[in-house]
């Protein structure tokens, strides 16, 4: 099965710096998918990535994909109280079936302070 | 509704009882799913309905555990003989569906979160 492994579990930012977060997968990524989530809410779907040197850009948030280190990574410049939140990443695993399932990541809690 | 309501948000049951979770998926999305999040961990995938076919029950912790899903519309989660282990947040997630290139997001609801005395 796939496993995700994101670095650091944890990150404490100033406001106004910049930071990234990475996700590991151990195997080939079809898609790769990044959301947000604060304490008690739902997740919050930021990106998706599904090319091999693929980035996108929302906001002051920007993820990329490099297929052969099966790895992506989110940078977020010059952060904000509102970055704050459990960063997750997931991966699309897809079987003989066709069936799609997302195997997430453990997460990257970050806070950010003044 | 425009997002994935789930309910309720907060549940507090003894062990021992049955509890039953909702999900109302956005209006559309073919696909369902349903994940648990135990504190401090990430997500984990339980079970997950597409269409009509059979629904992939794969990661069911135990046969305590049932989901129904009616066509394309409201799903529920059964979990019978709560365990104290089954604390966590229960969270369903839709998306429009079946494509097999995973390039379709999986939008969340907020959670029910299951509390077993």
């Known amino acids: 099965s796939q496993e995700l492994e994101q670095s650091p579990q944890s990150l404490i930012v100033q406001e106004g710096k910049n930071l990234t977060i990475n996700c590991t997968s151990s195997k080939t990524l079809y898609g790769l998918y990044w959301y947000k989530q604060k304490y008690g809410e739902g997740l919050i779907f930021l990106m998706m990535?599904?090319?091999?040197?693929e980035e996108k850009s929302h906001e002051k948030i920007t993820a990329k994909l490099d297929e052969k280190k099966q790895q992506s990574s989110l940078h977020i410049t010059a952060s904000q109280p509102s970055h704050a939140g459990i960063y997750l990443c997931?991966?699309?695993?897809?079987?003989?079936?066709?069936?799609?399932?997302?195997?997430f990541g453990t997460g990257t809690r970050l806070t950010i302070i003044p | 509704g425009a997002g994935v309501s789930q309910s309720p948000s907060n549940k507090v049951t003894e062990k021992g009882k049955d509890v039953e979770l909702r999900c109302d998926p956005i209006?559309?999305?073919?696909?369902l799913y349903w994940y648990r999040q135990r504190l401090g961990q990430g997500l984990e995938f339980l079970i997950y309905?597409?269409?009509?076919?059979?629904?992939?029950k794969s990661g069911l912790p135990s046969d305590r555990f049932s989901a129904e899903r009616t066509g394309e519309s409201v799903s529920t989660l059964t979990i019978q003989r709560t365990q104290q282990e089954d604390s966590a947040v229960y969270l369903c997630?839709?998306?429009?569906?079946?494509?097999?290139?995973?390039?379709?997001?999986?939008?969340f609801g907020d959670g029910t979160r299951l509390s077993i005395l």
């Open positions: 209006s559309g999305h073919t696909a």
């Open positions: 309905f597409q269409g009509n076919s059979a629904p992939d």
């Open positions: 990535l599904q090319k091999g040197g």
């Open positions: 997931g991966a699309v695993t897809i079987s003989n079936f066709g069936n799609e399932k997302l195997t």
């Open positions: 997630a839709s998306s429009l569906g079946l494509s097999g290139q995973g390039n379709q997001p999986q939008h």
